[in-house]
């Protein structure tokens, strides 16, 4: 199949992913940032990829660790050995051990992906890297009932959100061309610029969900006592179901950090949607103070949602919408 076929059909899939994993305003994001590209299917096909990794360890976290670690492997191969092993792999199992594969749209894309330096960045690994990395911070926020360090939501904005940005950036010619022109200094503003949006990106997620991850204890909204312990296997971390006050004052709180959130320090290129998506979150915080909850445009996906195959009608109207 030629490479841009590749494209397309894991563009069409990241676009499925999407907007099966996110809510609907979140994913109208995702839209907005890839339209505004040089190489939108790009965007679909990358984001996609990782949203399809976060919802294949959710569904499999939601069985057994040996299906998380069948996940984890399958990926790992697919950009490591390349895609025939990765599928030998997962088809190695007892008839009926597996489902579907979840990558099997994004297998060709990712495999011509790998060890190419004219995409995404010079380093030949960078795409294996930005990939490896991120399964292992989607994976251990799985784990994660409570953050327990202050700074531990900072260091997964960095890499579930801020490098696939960075990664999509780096390829728009403009910027590229922006990027020219600064010193190092000044190039590493725009950097910590993306990675404090994504931190109040992810926060948003974090906030959004509370309350339905609440009665199981599911607390991503502070960190742990000093004497707490959590980490990657969510050894020792105690359980603590929020109400909706809680939820309430840390909403708040957010809102009152946000007000001060300018997109002067973030490259010229994402100004604009970064401009937009602050003003969906205050509108939605002001929203989720003023009537005590979100919008049905940010109410998260439960999991049955999310885990589903399109139907008939979806799949009609993606195809007559073209993508």
Do not use: C
């Not at 997962?90 to 594969?101: C, E």
């Amino acid at each position: 199949m030629p490479a841009n076929d590749d494209l397309r059909r894991a563009a069409r899939a990241g676009r499925r992913a999407i907007r099966r994993g996110l809510a609907p305003g979140m994913a109208g994001w995702v839209d907005r940032f890839a339209s505004a590209q040089d190489r939108p299917d790009f965007v679909w096909a990358l984001a996609g990829t990782l949203a399809a990794s976060a919802l294949a360890l959710e569904e499999a976290f939601s069985h057994s660790g040996v299906e998380v670690q069948a996940i984890v492997w399958r990926l790992h191969e697919l950009l490591g050995s390349g895609r025939a092993r990765a599928a030998q792999t997962w088809n190695s199992g007892p008839p009926g051990s597996r489902g579907a594969d979840p990558f099997e749209d994004f297998a060709p894309w990712i495999e011509s992906q790998v060890g190419r330096p004219s995409d995404a960045a010079s380093d030949p690994n960078a795409f294996q890297a930005l990939v490896t990395r991120w399964i292992d911070v989607a994976n251990e926020r799985l784990t994660l009932r409570r953050y327990h360090r202050p700074d531990l939501r900072r260091r997964h904005a960095a890499v579930l959100i801020a490098a696939p940005i960075d990664s999509i950036l780096a390829l728009d010619e403009s910027t590229g061309d922006a990027r020219e022109e600064m010193t190092q200094a000044e190039s590493n503003a725009p950097r910590e610029g993306i990675v404090s949006f994504a931190e109040a990106l992810l926060a948003v997620w974090d906030l959004t969900e509370a309350e339905r991850l609440a009665p199981i204890g599911v607390n991503r909204l502070a960190p742990a006592e000093a004497a707490g312990f959590g980490g990657f296997y969510a050894m020792a971390e105690e359980m603590e179901a929020l109400d909706a006050g809680e939820i309430e004052r840390r909403a708040g709180e957010f809102a009152a950090s946000i007000e001060a959130f300018s997109a002067s320090g973030l490259p010229r290129s994402l100004h604009p949607h970064a401009e937009a998506v602050i003003a969906d979150i205050k509108s939605e915080l002001a929203r989720r103070a003023g009537e005590g909850h979100w919008s049905r445009a940010f109410e998260p996906r439960p999991p049955e949602m999310r885990h589903r195959d399109p139907g008939l009608w979806e799949k009609i109207k993606e195809k007559l919408s073209g993508s």
